[in-house]
């Protein structure tokens, strides 16, 4: 038995479409969640490339949206929502501090976004190689984007070892390996 093929020879366009309707809703959490994270760090050395990495995740996220267009994968704006409120409700934790920020939220943001870059990382390495069969899909953008992804999660991994630092002591020191892939 042979899976559903769409147009251009995509096959399982129904798991394709979960699959990067879930991506554009991650996408919209990693745009609040910066959003959140560049107010917190106004007037920082961070505020520059926080500006940076909000608008880059735009981009990316009207790449996937145009993307999904071109294939005719509707958008689920129920996910979209749903990401959106689960933001909102990700600020109220018990972090040890109830009347102000903890600096233990800046660590944990900082894990989150590095993380998630990862992940948005690999859906562009999957929107690639089915670039490379199917002309509607732009291979060559999303080349570009899986680079862009490696310079944000290097920044990244390098702030989330100073924060780390300077929440909980020692040396920020270098990524290991495994933190650059």
């Known amino acids: 038995m042979s899976e559903p093929t769409a147009p251009g020879g995509i096959r399982n366009a ?23 994270m560049l107010g917190e760090h106004r007037g920082t050395p961070y505020e520059s ?20 267009t071109a294939l005719g994968l ?48 690999a859906g562009f390495e999957t929107l690639r190689a089915l670039g490379e069969g199917d002309p509607r899909i732009d291979a060559a953008l999303f080349e570009r984007l899986i680079d862009q992804a490696d310079k944000q999660h290097h920044w990244l991994a390098d702030v989330r070892r100073e924060v780390a630092a300077r929440v909980f002591g020692g040396s920020p020191g270098a990524a290991d390996a495994a933190a650059d892939t």
Not at 23 to 32: D, F, K, Q, R, V
Not at 74 to 89: D, F, I, N
Not at 97 to 115: G, K, Q
């Open 14 to 36: 129904d798991l394709l479409r979960v699959y990067t309707n879930d991506h554009l809703a991650s996408a919209t959490g990693g745009i609040e969640l910066v959003s959140r």
């Open 49 to 68: 490339r926080l500006e940076e990495l909000l608008d880059e995740l735009r981009e990316e996220r009207t790449a996937l949206r145009n993307t999904m």
């Open 74 to 121: 509707p958008v689920r704006q129920y996910k979209q929502a749903a990401v959106w409120v689960g933001e909102k409700l990700s600020r109220v934790k018990f972090n040890g501090h109830l009347l102000s920020r903890s600096p233990l939220s800046d660590l944990v943001e900082f894990e989150f976004i590095a993380t998630a870059v990862l992940a948005k990382r």
